[in-house]
């Protein structure tokens, strides 16, 4: 029998198949997390939201969220509100400045989606993803800093990803190029948090985030065209983006 490929990634055939796709197939996924597994809950908030990549980066601490379901395209997503927020703990995820971040997102308004930074406030020492301040690496940003970051600001579900390469990042927002920052930074190599809605460890933020959150996903490493297009078409499929 032939197998005819189908867009999506799934193969359609008279008498054979494969296994859908899934972010686990590209080397390098150090994050992934999303709202239809592996979230515990307790009276509609997320005590914890444990990584599906195998790495173990969970997420938890915070101020909790809440789960909601049947959100977008009928499946369920994280809101992040009224200062809520969850951090991971410190990782390697981005060291080499080589990153690649998918967030689906219904976004209102405020700040920090993600944010790598210290343990001692909400700022953040390796890169960030925040419409006030822009997508892209960011170094020290307590005094003494300097942006390399791609300014852009969410409209409602959107598919939002940055790939950073070196202290250079392009973002694209549902599979449309957005721009590419320039001046590169040199990226410490150091194990922080990662905060998801604000950073550090008390998760402060000058512009708490309003936004549903469906699904994150992460590579240590600069995704080439066809991978990234293939997680973006996994997503999109799911959460029917655009």
Known sequence: MIAIPCARGAIASSGASVSPFSPTSIAGLKLWLKADAGVTEAGGVVTSWADQSGEGNDAGN????????????????????????????????????????????????????????????????????????????????????????????????????MITTSGVTELFNNNSSVGTSSNATPVNAISQYIGIGGGGTTGAAQSPLNARIAEIIIYNSALSIQNREAVENYLNSKYNIY
């Open 62 to 161: 915070g101020i909790p969220p809440e789960l909601l379901t049947n959100q977008i395209n009928g499946l369920p997503a994280i809101q992040f509100s009224e200062g809520a927020w969850l951090q991971i703990p410190e990782n390697n995820i981005g060291n080499s400045g080589n990153i690649t971040v998918f967030v689906v997102i219904d976004y209102t308004a405020g700040g920090i989606l993600l944010n790598k930074g210290d343990g001692a406030t909400f700022e953040a020492t390796e890169w960030e993803m925040a419409p006030q301040n822009g997508f892209g690496y960011v170094k020290n940003d307590e005094g003494d800093y300097s942006w390399n970051v791609v300014a852009f600001t969410p409209s409602g579900l959107s598919l939002i990803t």
